[in-house]
T-cell receptor, first 112, second 113 residues
Framework: GEKVEQHESTLSVREGDSAVINCTYT??????FPWYKQEAGKSLHFVID?????DRKQSQRLIVLLDKKAKRFSLHITATQPEDSAIYFC???????????FGKGTLLTVTP | DPKIIQKPKYLVAVTGSEKILICEQY?????MYWYRQSAKKPLEFMFS???????DNQTASSRFQPQSSKKNHLDLQITALKPDDSATYFC????????????FGEGSKLTVL
């Protein structure tokens, strides 16, 4: 089955800087890659996604890049703010079913 | 207002007992899921249902039994509880099984003593 590796377990940046979280996946047939955010003590919510027919997608300060050849995708948060502090999960949907496989999460801390 | 309601939010159980986690969604979604999050493992997919039918089961143990009495309900019964079952259990839903965006409930944090 699909395996998703999230490379940074923790990441600390200063407010205003950019943060980058990198993930790799194993299933060549995976075609859908969402990201979820979990604030301390709260549930997860969707932030952005990318499908395999594009290699870049932007939503305000969030940019997702997808490199299908390398089976790698990344989340870039520009002009970070303290409220961006949370755990971010990268996710891949396998090609053989609709199951979403989550990475282990990256704890992002944005310091003022 | 929360659109996915999970009950209870916190529960403590003794080893060997049985508990039911409740999940109701008011988003009009056709697919529902259970995920588990513990300190030892990342967010772990357990079950998916579509139109009240079990579609995927990634839980090896039969001690975990999902129950769907209505389209917008997906409860999780756990029997013969073990301390390793301690985790936060998240219910989620999506418009359909092939619609990627999941909406998560607030979770039910289970502690097994």
């Amino acid at each position: 089955g699909e395996k998703v590796e999230q490379h940074e377990s923790t990441l600390s940046v200063r407010e205003g800087d950019s943060a980058v979280i990198n993930c790799t996946y194993t299933d060549t047939a995976s075609s859908y890659f969402p990201w979820y955010k979990q604030e301390a003590g709260k549930s997860l919510h969707f932030v952005i996604d990318i499908r395999s027919n594009v290699d870049r997608k932007q939503s305000q300060r969030l940019i997702v890049l997808l490199d299908k050849k390398a089976k790698r995708f990344s989340l870039h948060i520009t002009a970070t703010q303290p409220e961006d502090s949370a755990i971010y999960f990268c996710v891949a949907r396998g090609g053989s079913n609709y199951k979403l496989t989550f990475g282990k999460g990256t704890l992002l801390t944005v310091t003022p | 207002d929360p659109k996915i309601i999970q009950k209870p939010k916190y529960l403590v159980a003794v080893t060997g007992s049985e508990k039911i986690l409740i999940c109701e969604q008011y988003l009009g979604h056709n697919a529902m899921y259970w995920y588990r999050q513990s300190a030892k493992k990342p967010l772990e997919f357990m079950f998916s249902y579509s139109y009240q039918k079990l579609m995927d089961n990634q839980t090896a143990s039969s001690r975990f039994q999902p129950q769907s009495s209505k389209k917008n309900h997906l409860d999780l019964q756990i029997t013969a509880l073990k301390p390793d079952d301690s985790a936060t259990y998240f219910c989620a839903s999506s418009q359909d099984r092939n619609t990627g965006q999941l909406y998560f409930g607030e979770g039910s944090k289970l502690t097994v003593l």
